[in-house]
């Protein structure tokens, strides 16, 4: 018998509204002693993304991660859904709390930055601008 991979996904009602959206497949290593950049794909279909990452995890040791991409268009759906995340990591279990702890020894002053906190020199794009990205985006993955 050769080796059989992992695929993770979210566990969705029916109606969840996420399911209309694009999904992206990030295939990686199952365990630590293999070191390689994942490997993302997409955008599909789910149910594309759900085949084409059961396909490939099949027969090789790996990791699938399937899941949907936010098409945001403002900073605050953003950073929402990093407050979010972060949220959720806290309620996490006993792991996180050593790392965290771990982390508060680290002090992130004593490096040198070669940029500026407050220095906003780039805007990000406006919702108009990253629709249109969109609009490109499919272009090219229709063609």
């Given at each position: 018998m050769?080796?059989?991979?992992?695929?993770v996904t979210l566990d969705?009602?029916?109606?969840?509204?996420?399911l209309t959206l694009p999904w992206i497949i990030t295939f990686g290593p199952m365990n630590d002693e293999e070191e390689w950049e994942p490997v993302v794909c997409g955008p599909y279909e789910r149910a594309h993304a759900l085949a084409l990452a059961e396909a490939v995890v099949a027969d090789e040791d790996l990791m699938a991660v399937?899941?949907?991409l936010?098409?945001?268009v403002t900073?605050?759906?953003?950073?929402?859904?990093?407050?979010?995340?972060?949220?959720?990591?806290?309620n996490e279990d006993v792991e996180t709390a050593a790392l965290d702890a771990e982390l508060a020894?680290?002090?992130?002053?004593?490096?040198?930055?070669?940029h500026d906190h407050g220095d906003h020199a780039h805007e990000p794009?406006?919702?108009?601008?990253?629709?249109?990205?969109?609009?490109?985006?499919?272009?090219?993955?229709?063609?």
């Open positions: 050769g080796a059989v991979g992992a695929l969705l009602p029916a109606d969840a509204p996420a399937v899941e949907p936010q098409p945001h900073v605050a759906q953003i950073q929402g859904d990093i407050a979010a995340s972060r949220l959720a990591a806290e020894g680290y002090d992130d002053h004593d490096h040198d930055h070669d794009p406006s919702v108009d601008e990253i629709r249109a990205g969109f609009g490109r985006i499919a272009a090219k993955l229709s063609n």
